[in-house]
């Protein structure tokens, strides 16, 4: 079936650092990808997405490409703040057209130190 | 646009009561709705899918009478966890999908609510 794996984490970067999260995937047909932050004690803000292939999501400093050839979809930054303390998680959404589950990986906590 | 409101953000209940969670979306119709619940430290877990004026579909694992799913409208779904145990206490997020201009569905989260039983 479908599924994501996310690098475990916990990941700690000195501020300023090059950010870098691994997430894979695995789906027939065409999926939609996608990046979630959750601050602590919050729900899951949509940070980026793409929906095709060699689609790049970007947002506030952080991009991810859509890799169909290596069914990848890793995010970057390239200089982390404090503030980008957070955990990420990667989701797929197996069709891109008509309500379906999404199917999320396991999360990546990221913190970043002064 | 596109956003989603959970209410409350926090409740601490007494182990064998109920507790009733809300979940709306303010500004567009969504008909379909989705439960959540995390762990600590822990990914999302898909509970349940709701959709406007039928019954809920739980996954495999949830006991659909501990955790009543109405979606009476298509801004409003409640999730109501019933007789409430310490070992229920967690991190329930919901998600409304509406339609994109594109013709796909996109998922918006609320912020969660956290209970605790006592």
């Known amino acids: 079936g479908d599924s994501v794996t996310q690098m475990e984490g916990p990941v700690t970067l000195s501020e300023e650092a090059f950010l870098t999260i691994n997430c894979t995937y695995t789906a027939t047909g065409y999926p939609s990808l996608f990046w979630y932050v959750q601050y602590p004690g919050e729900g899951l803000q949509l940070l980026l997405k793409a929906t095709k292939a060699d689609d790049k999501g970007s947002n506030k400093g952080f991009e991810a490409t859509y890799r169909k050839e290596t069914t990848s979809f890793h995010l970057e930054k390239g200089s982390v703040q404090v503030s980008d303390s957070a955990v990420y998680f990667c989701a797929l959404k197996p069709t891109p057209s008509g309500t379906y589950k999404y199917i999320f990986g396991t999360g990546t906590r990221l913190k970043v130190l002064a | 646009g596109a956003v989603v409101s959970q209410h409350p953000s926090w409740v601490i209940c007494k182990s064998g009561t109920s507790v009733k969670i809300e979940c709306r979306s303010l500004d567009f119709q969504a008909t379909t709705m989705f439960w959540y619940r995390q762990f600590p430290k822990q990914s999302l877990m898909l509970m349940a899918t709701?959709?406007?004026?039928?019954?809920?579909?739980?996954e495999q694992g949830v006991e659909k009478d501990k955790f009543l799913i109405n979606h009476a409208s298509l801004t409003l779904s409640t999730l109501t966890v019933t007789s409430a145990h310490p070992e229920d206490s967690s991190f329930y997020i919901c998600?409304?999908?509406?339609?994109?201009?594109?013709?796909?569905?996109?998922?918006?989260f609320g912020p969660g609510t956290r209970l605790t039983v006592t």
């Open positions: 709701s959709n406007e004026g039928s019954k809920a579909t739980y």
């Open positions: 998600s409304a999908s509406a339609p994109e201009t594109s013709g796909s569905y996109e998922q918006y």
